[in-house]
């Protein structure tokens, strides 16, 4: 089964600064998607950006950006310029090609900004 | 585009009995569905997926015969939670698919307290 890891359980950062956010998962499959989603305290989750694992292009969303390493199982996010509104609980998901595949979770890291 | 809602927002209810909660999707068809329970703190943790015109596939570990999942039409799906107890109360949160795309859009969640 695929599992997703995130290790900082909160991260912090100072406006208009820069913060990464570390994500790791496990998989057998070559052909998937991998997937950063928000959810600010009204508790809407916001798809923030989503990369394709057959391109190497890392997908980059305004300030977001990731840090996708196909070979280490790695995609982490990348926030320039932090704003207030960044503040939240960040997920990292993970889905197999195929769109009635289910999306898997990482326990989430709440990033703090701190003005 | 891709407006996913839940109706109700929240709900109280005593125990024993049902609820139902409807999720839209407000501006595209969505093949798919999927319904997301959410502890205080924790990540989200998929119950089952349901496809427009069929029976819904339930995760291990959770009862069918308690959450009751309709998908009658290409907008709207609903779970209904039967015979409803302390133990239910959590925040319930769906997804939909867009067409056969890999992407899934959330609705803003319901919070169920059950009494």
């Known amino acids: 089964a695929q599992t997703v890891t995130q290790s900082q359980p909160e991260m912090s950062v100072q406006e208009a600064e820069t913060v990464t956010l570390s994500c790791t998962y496990d998989?057998?499959?070559?052909?998937?998607?991998l997937f950063w989603y928000k959810q600010p305290p009204s508790r809407q989750m916001i798809l923030v950006i989503r990369?394709?694992?057959?391109?190497?292009q890392n997908a980059t969303e305004n300030r977001f950006s990731v840090n996708f390493q196909k070979a280490a199982k790695s995609f982490s996010l990348k926030i320039s310029d932090s704003q207030l509104g960044d503040a939240a609980m960040y997920f990292c998901?993970?889905?197999?090609?195929?769109?009635?595949?289910?999306?898997?979770f990482g326990i989430g890291t709440k990033l703090q900004v701190i003005p | 585009g891709a407006v996913v809602s839940q109706h109700p927002s929240w709900v109280i209810c005593k125990s024993g009995t049902s609820v139902k909660i409807e999720c839209r999707s407000l501006?595209?068809?969505?093949?798919?569905m999927f319904w997301y329970r959410q502890f205080p703190k924790q990540s989200l943790m998929l119950m089952a997926t349901?496809?427009?015109?069929?029976?819904?596939?339930?995760e291990q570990g959770v009862e069918k015969d308690k959450f009751l999942i309709n998908h009658a039409s290409l907008t709207l799906s609903t779970l209904t939670v039967t015979s409803a107890h302390p133990e239910d109360s959590s925040f319930y949160i769906c997804?939909?698919?867009?067409?056969?795309?890999?992407?899934?859009?959330f609705g803003p969640g319901t919070r169920l307290t059950v009494l």
């Open positions: 997804s939909a698919r867009r067409g056969y795309t890999d992407t899934q859009y």
């Open positions: 998989t057998s499959e070559s052909d998937y998607y």
């Open positions: 990369q394709e694992a057959y391109k190497q």
């Open positions: 998901a993970y889905k197999d090609s195929g769109g009635y595949q289910k999306v898997t």
């Open positions: 501006d595209f068809q969505a093949t798919t």
């Open positions: 349901s496809n427009e015109g069929s029976k819904a596939t339930y």
